[in-house]
């Protein structure tokens, strides 16, 4: 089992290099969120035995190269532009690694008429992160919960079952910085009644919480399958990319 808090640190020291960080993607659309432009960076503190990112993920120094947030910004909102979106966001890994980097690439969103989502784990958003997230008013945040409690978290990731509480604790920080934020909650192996339970834990955060909490399920892509089955993990519901309900995208 791995502690996500030292593995964020070893992996900052790959990705980031002063205000630059390491992409191996600049930048893409998305029919997410009704149209988005995606930037995919390099780099997490978890290793989620679901997810879709390979190298940039488990070799991150391995892929990709090192952009400014300028750089960043300018591929996103071109890529926006051209395809008529108003949102931008940084995918592929967890974007909260690089304070610095996230930081001043939502300056310059905050400069246009952009929105940005950002999707996170949440487990680097202490008080001080958030309240520094609280400066940007075209900001929301997805904090992607893994599971419901700290057996199914450290299930899913592999890590120690404790740091399911810092998922928790990036909601309240968030909530009490006055941060636009929702939880999202990876159900695909969770049994009903422990859906139950998180959702009265939100509600003692925030009612809010609970009210806009969103489903999350596994999309089956063959990489997906793989992990999974060298994992030994059986979702109970998970659907194939190509079958995904229109409520999930
Ligand atoms: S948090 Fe996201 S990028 Fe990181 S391991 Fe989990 S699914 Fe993959």
């Given at each position: 089992?791995?502690?996500?808090?030292?593995?964020?640190?070893?992996?900052e020291a790959?990705v980031i290099h002063?205000?630059a960080r390491?992409?191996?993607?600049?930048?893409?659309?998305?029919?997410?969120?009704?149209?988005?432009?995606?930037?995919?960076?390099?780099?997490?503190?978890?290793?989620?035995?679901?997810?879709?990112?390979?190298?940039?993920?488990?070799?991150?120094?391995?892929?990709?190269?090192?952009?400014?947030?300028?750089?960043?910004?300018?591929?996103?909102?071109?890529?926006?532009?051209?395809?008529?979106?108003?949102?931008?966001?940084?995918?592929?890994?967890?974007?909260?690694l690089g304070?610095?980097h996230?930081?001043?690439?939502?300056?310059?969103?905050?400069?246009?008429?952009?929105?940005?989502?950002?999707?996170?784990?949440?487990?680097?958003?202490?008080?001080?992160?958030?309240?520094?997230?609280?400066?940007?008013?075209?900001?929301?945040?997805?904090?992607?919960?893994?599971?419901?409690?700290?057996?199914?978290?450290?299930?899913?990731?592999?890590?120690?079952?404790?740091?399911?509480?810092?998922?928790?604790?990036?909601?309240?920080?968030?909530?009490?910085?006055?941060?636009?934020?929702?939880?999202?909650?990876?159900?695909?192996?969770?049994?009903?009644?422990?859906?139950?339970?998180?959702?009265?834990?939100?509600?003692?955060?925030?009612?809010?919480?609970?009210?806009?909490?969103?489903?999350?399920?596994?999309?089956?892509?063959?990489?997906?399958?793989?992990?999974?089955?060298?994992?030994?993990?059986?979702?109970?519901?998970?659907?194939?990319?190509?079958?995904?309900?229109?409520?999930?995208?």
């Amino acid at each position: 089992m791995y502690d996500p808090i030292l593995l964020a640190e070893q992996t900052e020291a790959l990705v980031i290099h002063g205000r630059a960080r390491r992409y191996y993607r600049l930048a893409r659309g998305g029919r997410w969120y009704g149209g988005i432009a995606t930037a995919d960076c390099c780099g997490c503190p978890l290793r989620c035995s679901f997810c879709w990112s390979g190298k940039p993920r488990d070799n991150p120094d391995r892929v990709g190269k090192f952009y400014q947030p300028e750089e960043v910004f300018r591929a996103l909102s071109s890529c926006a532009r051209k395809k008529g979106y108003r949102q931008l966001r940084l995918s592929g890994n967890e974007p909260t690694l690089g304070k610095e980097h996230l930081l001043a690439v939502l300056g310059l969103v905050d400069e246009s008429h952009y929105h940005f989502i950002l999707e996170t784990s949440g487990i680097l958003i202490d008080e001080e992160y958030a309240r520094e997230l609280a400066g940007f008013r075209n900001l929301h945040v997805r904090v992607s919960l893994k599971g419901t409690n700290p057996q199914e978290f450290s299930l899913l990731t592999g890590a120690l079952p404790e740091v399911f509480s810092l998922q928790l604790t990036a909601l309240r920080n968030l909530t009490e910085a006055g941060v636009s934020c929702h939880p999202a909650v990876m159900l695909s192996f969770s049994p009903k009644d422990s859906f139950r339970a998180l959702k009265d834990e939100l509600n003692k955060i925030s009612p809010h919480l609970t009210d806009e909490i969103e489903e999350e399920y596994i999309f089956l892509y063959p990489h997906v399958e793989g992990r999974l089955i060298k994992s030994g993990l059986k979702p109970l519901i998970a659907y194939s990319p190509d079958g995904i309900p229109k409520e999930l995208v």
